[in-house]
């Protein structure tokens, strides 16, 4: 079974930067698609970063432009590097794979907390 740990959250000011680490376990990061997502107090939880197997990422509207999604197979871990944080990204951030996000299956995630 894919079991996924989320690692790297803090508290930043707006304008900083913090990289989320997710390490994978249970199977090749390098063959499953993983996705970020968060949220926020009150909120639905919803999607930020996506890196397919082969490579090719997306994000959401709300930061293109200041995150971005990697991976590193010799580590078995995706990473979210954000940039230029705002308040509005303070939220608790998850990633997953496609089939555990299907199952319910979730993380405990990585609070992001960014002061104005």
């Known amino acids: 079974q894919v079991q996924l740990v989320e690692s790297g959250g803090g508290l930043v000011q707006t304008g900083g930067s913090l990289r989320l680490s997710c390490a994978h376990t249970g199977s090749s990061v390098s063959a499953s698609d993983i996705i970020w997502y968060r949220q926020a107090p009150g909120n639905q939880r919803v999607w930020v970063a996506r890196i397919y197997a082969n490579d090719k990422t997306i994000y959401a509207a709300a930061v293109k432009g200041r995150f971005a999604i990697s991976r590193d197979n010799s580590q078995n871990t995706v990473y979210l590097q954000m940039s230029n944080l705002k308040p509005e990204d303070t939220a608790v951030y998850y990633c997953?794979?496609?089939?555990?996000?299907?199952?319910?299956?979730w993380g405990q995630g990585t609070q992001v907390t960014v002061s104005s």
């Open positions: 997953n794979t496609p089939v555990n996000v299907q199952t319910d299956n």
